[in-house]
């Protein structure tokens, strides 16, 4: 099993930055592919950000220039830098991890954190 943990959210004022962190444990798993989705109220989850584990990136275009994804693989652990906030990126954010364990791939979902960016 693994378990996500994400921390970071919190609010803040247009304009400003929000690192969000998400680590991922357990035992008997690699992590191929983690990333960012975010679900804002009344609306459907959405990519926010990917990763490989090789470290090529991908962004939905709301925040291409604006939020950076990274990961550090030595430490399970994949980090959403978010600058240039604005009120639409207010949402849950929810960290995802694709992880192989037995020769077999499956997708884990943190609890998810809140950003609120203020007006």
């Known amino acids: 099993q693994v378990q996500l943990v994400e921390s970071g959210g919190g609010l803040v004022q247009a304009g400003g930055s929000l690192r969000l962190s998400c680590l991922a444990s357990?035992?008997?798993?690699?992590?191929?592919?983690m990333g960012w989705y975010r679900q804002a109220p009344g609306k459907q989850r959405e990519l926010v950000a990917t990763?490989?584990?090789?470290?090529?990136?991908d962004y939905a275009d709301s925040v291409k220039g604006r939020f950076t994804i990274s990961r550090d693989n030595a430490k399970n652990t994949v980090y959403l830098q978010a600058n240039s906030l604005k009120f639409e990126d207010t949402a849950v954010y929810y960290c995802n991890a694709w992880a192989q364990i037995m020769n077999r791939e499956y997708a884990y979902w943190g609890q998810g954190t809140q950003v609120t960016v203020s007006s």
């Open positions: 990763i490989t584990s090789s470290g090529t990136s």
């Open positions: 357990g035992s008997g798993f690699s992590i191929n592919s």
